[in-house]
């Protein structure tokens, strides 16, 4: 299947959409339920989460319908925080124009990070081995213990590995320093939106509780 014509698939985030919930069943996004608790794993806020929905499936369907009748276009869209990543490959530099137009006229882009490549032939399928690199370095983020995870989306693309996420400093040094060390991997490209430590004591910081009603 030609990877324009598929919907973002969810990473490291956990986006939980339902048109029909119940009063039994909280309506979740970027977080999840932990002794009754919502823990938010996404420092995005939930409109952002589904403006980047919208951005993947707008570019998507965009590209498929400029591209998807030429032979060798293979192009993937992912959104993050209005950031967006193209990776994949197309025949000509023409095309690598016309994708990065495209994109730049959907609503609510903020920025776009043009990582197409121009071959003269289709490299061999690589879908499944960048799927399982991929898998390897959530898997060792998530063991290092000494970085939030789920704060880092991680895009593989012929073994090159693109990070992304609203990070600190310090989050992006130890991120890619993990990613680098995962067998698989040729290459670190880091896309990330760099925050201040005060700012993420700022999202992590509990909500205060609702004011109590008069009597």
């Known amino acids: 299947m030609n990877r324009i014509s598929k919907l973002?698939?969810?990473?490291?985030?956990?986006?939980?959409?339902s048109t029909s919930l119940t009063g039994c069943f909280p309506l979740l996004l970027g977080g999840a339920m932990v002794g009754g608790t919502v823990v938010y794993t996404d420092r995005r806020t939930s409109g952002t989460q589904l403006e980047d929905e919208a951005i993947e499936?707008?570019?998507?369907?965009?590209?498929?319908?400029?591209?998807?009748?030429r032979a060798?276009?293979?192009?993937?869209v992912v959104s993050y925080n209005r950031l967006v990543l193209l990776t994949g490959v197309v025949s000509g530099e023409a095309d690598r124009v016309a994708v990065?137009?495209?994109?730049?006229?959907?609503?609510?882009?903020?920025s776009i990070v043009n990582e197409v490549t121009v071959v003269s032939a289709q490299p061999t399928n690589t879908i499944a081995s960048d799927a399982l690199v991929t898998s390897k370095v959530k898997a060792?983020?998530?063991?290092?213990?000494?970085?939030?995870?789920q704060s880092v989306k991680v895009v593989t693309e012929q073994g090159t590995v693109y990070l992304m996420g609203r990070v600190t400093d310090r989050e992006a040094n130890r991120a890619t320093e993990i990613a680098r060390g995962v067998s698989g991997v040729d290459k670190v490209v880091r896309v990330f939106e760099i925050i201040?430590?005060?700012?993420?004591?700022?999202?992590q910081a509990p909500a205060p509780p609702p004011p109590r009603p008069e009597r």
């Open 8 to 17: 973002a698939a969810a990473t490291l985030a956990a986006v939980t959409v």
């Open 57 to 69: 499936l707008k570019a998507s369907n965009r590209l498929s319908k400029e591209l998807g009748e």
């Open 72 to 76: 060798r276009a293979r192009v993937s």
């Open 100 to 110: 990065g137009r495209l994109v730049s006229g959907v609503d609510n882009v903020r």
């Open 140 to 149: 060792s983020l998530v063991d290092s213990k000494d970085i939030f995870a």
């Open 196 to 203: 201040s430590e005060a700012e993420l004591a700022n999202m």
